[in-house]
C-alpha cells in the first residue's frame, strides 16, 4: 500500500471506515452490495477491499453460487475477519505491558503481559509493547489491520501533545509526549492516551448495567492515584491533573513523600507505605502474599495498621465526597483484595465525613471490581464508552499526515 | 385572559415566546410584518399581541403613516417594551431577600431588598419577594407580563421537586420544594432554583471576558458555602448535595458544628466563627465594621486568627484543589473584602498544598468578584448561561398545567 498524504489520505480512511461498518453492521455481502450501501462506485470499493483483503482486515467468506439464479462468474462475499481485532487497550506499568484485545463485538479476545526493569527507558517500553501486540495477534490469528482505535494508560498525568506543558520534576517515571503519535503511526488506528488510574476509573463506572454518573475512584498500588467522573464525564481538570488524591494531604506531620510534601495519601495508604507500617509495628510483612498470610491469621498488629490506613484513606475520600457528592466511591488496588479491612474501615469513616448529608442518601463504598491485571481493560473501556462517557474529552490522536503505515501481522 | 389547559396552552406559549423573540432580535414591526416573520396567520399574531400588550410586554411604538405610500388606515407598529423585565434573579437569604431585573440586553434595571426575621416560614418570604419584585416594577416601571425566567437562590442545597429526597433534619431553614412552582405559577415564566452559593460559582466563573471552565468556589459567611465549576458545568452532584465545603472536616478535634460532626470548616470560616476567635483572642470585635476597624490599626491578635483562618481554608481548598485541579480558586463573602489577609494566607498554604503540580501551572487564587449583595445577580447570571453552562443541568420549572395566571403590576 503507497503512502498518502493529506486530504486523500483522509478521504480513504474514511471510505474504509464506512465500509468496515457496513460489514459490521451488515454481515457478508457482495462488493456490488457493499457499494450501493456505503454509497461509494463499485471501483472504489474494489480498491478498498482489495486493501482490506491484504492487510487481513476482511476475508471472502463464501461465494453467491449457491444461491445464484443468472449465469456468470459467481460474485464474492466479504465479510469481517471474526478474528479481527478490532480495539486495543495498552496499560503501562512501571515494570510491566499489558496488552488486551477486544473484537468487534467489544468481547476481549486475547490479552498478555511483557515485563521490564523498572526505569525502563519509554522508547524501549514502545518497542516491547509492540512487540507484545503482535505476538498475540499472531498466537490468536488476531489480524492488527483493522484495528478501530487504541486505548493506552500510562502511570501519573499524561501531558499529551499540549505545547508547553512540562515535564513533572520529580515524576520522572511519567510518560513522555509522543506516545499517541508512536501508536498511531505503528497501527493505524486512532489513539486515546491518559492515565491509566483514569480509565480504570471510567471502567468502574461503567461497570455496573446502569453506568454511575458521579464516582470518586482511588487506587492502592505503588503510588496511589485517583480517576473522578463527574455528571458521566471523566474530569481531566483545567490543567489535565485532576484526580491527584495521592498527594492530597493525610497529615501535615506525616512522613516525607516524595512530591516534597509531608504526609501526602500516598505516603500512608501505597502498597509499600502499608507494609512498611506493619513492618514498624513487628510483623514480617515484605510482600503482598504475607499482608495476606497476616490478615487471615488475625495479627492484631496488623488490623490495626490496616484499620488506621482505613481511617486515613475515609477522610481524605470523605472530603472529596463532600464536595462532589458521588453516588459511588471505589477503593481499587490488589491490596484491598488482600485486606479488605482497608474497605470496611474507609466507608465507617467516610460515612461519618459525610453526616451532614441525609442518612437516606448513602454513597456506595465498595472495592474495585477490576483487578491490577485488567489495566488494559479499561483502556479499551475508555473507547467503547468514548461517547457519551467521553463527550468534551481530548480528542483522540489519530494517524498523522501520512496514510497509515500498516505493519502487518506475521501470521 | 382566560385560563388554558395542556396542549393549547403549551402552543400558545411557543407562539408567545416567537412573537417576542422576533420583536427583540427584528426591532419595532407591524403585525403584518411579524406574522410573515414567524410564520403565523395574521389572526393569531393579532390575538397574541393583544395579550401581550394588555399585559404590558409589548407597546405601540408608532404607527406607519409616516413611511405610508398608499391609503387606508395607518398599521400599528409594535415592539418590546424597553423598560420590560426580562429576567428576574431572586436571592433568598436567612433575614432577607434580594431581588433583581434584567432587561432583554442582560442589563440590570432594576433591584432591591426586603428584610425580615430569621426563622420567618418560607409561605411569608415568598409573598415579601413578590412584593418586592411588584414594587419593584411599578418604582421603575417595569412590566412583569414579559417575564422570560426567573433564577431563584436559596441557601442550603435544594432538593426541587425530586420525589422521596428528603428534608435535612439539621437545617431546618433550608427551602422546601414548590418555591419553584410557586414562582412558575405567579409570573408565568420558566424557574430555575438552585442553591444560591452554587448561582454564585456560577457567576465568578463567567465574570471573566473569557468563562472560566474549572473553578471552586467557597462563600464565608453565617455559614460557610461552596460550587464547583468542571468542564465548564455547575456540578450538582449524584444526588444534588455537591460543593458541601462548609462541612468537610478541619479539624477533627475542634468546635461542634450544627451538623453533628466537629471541626468543620464552617467552625472555623464562617464569619460568626471568625469573630468569635477574635474575641476570644481578646479583641472586641462583634461585626465586620469592628473587624475592619482592627484590620486597620493592625491588632496582632486579629491578624493571628485571620492568618489561621486562612491557612485552615488553604488547606481544605488544597485538598479540593488537587483532586479537582481547577484555573481558578474564588474566596467569597463580605468578610473577604474586609480582611483580604484571609485570602493572601489561604493562596499561600493552598499554592504549598499544590506542591506536587508543576509550578508554572499555578491556580489562581481570588478574592469574589460579587458582593453579598448581588446574590440576585448571580441567579440571573445562571438564567443568561443556561446553555452551555448549564447545559445537562436539572430542567426549569416551567408553569404547571394551566396556562400562565399571570399577575399585572399595578404600574
Chains 1, 2 share one sequence.
Not at 480512511?13 to 462506485?41: C, F, I, N, P, W
Amino acid at each position: 500500500m503507497s503512502r498518502r498524504t493529506g486530504l486523500h489520505a483522509l478521504t480513504r480512511s474514511m471510505h474504509e471506515k464506512r465500509v468496515l461498518t457496513a460489514l459490521r453492521t451488515g454481515g457478508a455481502m457482495s462488493r456490488a452490495a457493499l457499494a450501493e450501501r456505503v454509497g461509494l462506485s463499485r471501483t472504489t470499493v474494489s480498491e478498498i477491499t482489495g486493501d482490506l483483503l491484504a492487510r487481513g482486515a476482511i476475508i471472502v467468506a463464501e461465494t453467491d453460487a449457491a444461491v445464484r439464479v443468472g449465469s456468470g462468474r459467481p460474485a464474492e462475499r466479504l465479510c469481517l475477519d471474526p478474528s479481527s481485532g478490532q480495539f486495543l487497550g495498552v496499560d503501562f506499568g512501571h515494570r510491566r505491558v499489558q496488552v488486551a484485545v477486544a473484537d468487534a463485538a467489544h468481547e476481549i479476545i486475547a490479552g498478555g503481559v511483557s515485563r521490564y526493569a523498572d526505569g525502563t527507558p519509554w522508547d524501549e517500553r514502545l518497542e516491547i509493547a509492540f512487540a507484545l501486540t503482535e505476538r498475540l495477534a499472531r498466537e490468536t490469528g488476531t489480524h492488527l489491520g483493522a484495528l478501530q482505535a487504541v486505548g493506552i494508560g500510562v502511570p501519573g498525568p499524561y501531558i499529551g501533545n499540549q505545547p508547553g506543558v512540562p515535564e513533572i520534576s520529580w515524576n520522572r517515571r511519567l510518560a513522555p509526549k509522543g506516545i499517541d503519535t508512536a501508536f498511531a503511526e505503528r497501527f493505524g488506528a486512532a489513539v486515546i492516551v491518559d492515565n491509566n488510574t483514569r480509565f480504570a476509573a471510567l471502567a468502574e463506572a461503567i461497570s455496573h448495567e446502569t453506568a454511575v454518573s458521579d464516582l470518586v475512584y482511588v487506587r492502592l498500588s505503588d503510588g496511589v492515584g485517583g480517576g473522578l467522573v463527574v455528571a458521566g464525564r471523566l474530569v481531566t481538570g483545567g490543567r489535565g491533573f485532576a484526580g491527584e488524591l495521592g498527594h492530597v494531604t493525610a497529615d501535615p506531620n506525616g512522613t516525607n513523600c516524595r512530591c516534597g510534601k509531608r504526609g501526602c495519601l500516598e505516603t500512608v495508604a501505597s502498597t509499600p507505605a502499608i507494609l512498611r507500617a506493619c513492618r514498624e509495628r513487628g510483623a514480617a510483612v515484605g510482600s503482598l502474599d504475607d499482608l495476606a498470610e497476616r490478615v487471615a491469621g488475625r495479627d492484631p498488629a496488623v488490623e490495626a495498621v490496616l484499620r488506621d490506613v482505613g481511617a486515613t484513606l475515609g477522610r481524605v475520600l470523605g472530603a472529596t465526597a463532600m464536595v462532589l457528592n458521588p453516588d459511588e466511591v471505589v477503593i481499587g488496588g490488589e491490596i484491598v483484595h488482600v485486606a479488605p479491612v482497608i474497605v470496611e474501615q474507609a466507608a465507617a469513616t467516610l460515612r461519618f465525613e459525610l453526616f451532614s448529608i441525609p442518612a437516606s442518601e448513602p454513597v456506595v463504598v465498595r472495592a474495585g471490581q477490576l483487578r491490577d491485571s485488567d489495566g488494559a481493560v479499561g483502556a479499551i473501556a475508555a473507547l467503547f464508552h468514548q461517547s457519551p462517557l467521553l463527550a468534551g474529552y481530548a480528542e483522540a490522536t489519530t494517524p498523522a499526515g501520512s496514510g497509515p503505515s500498516h505493519r502487518r501481522s506475521t501470521s
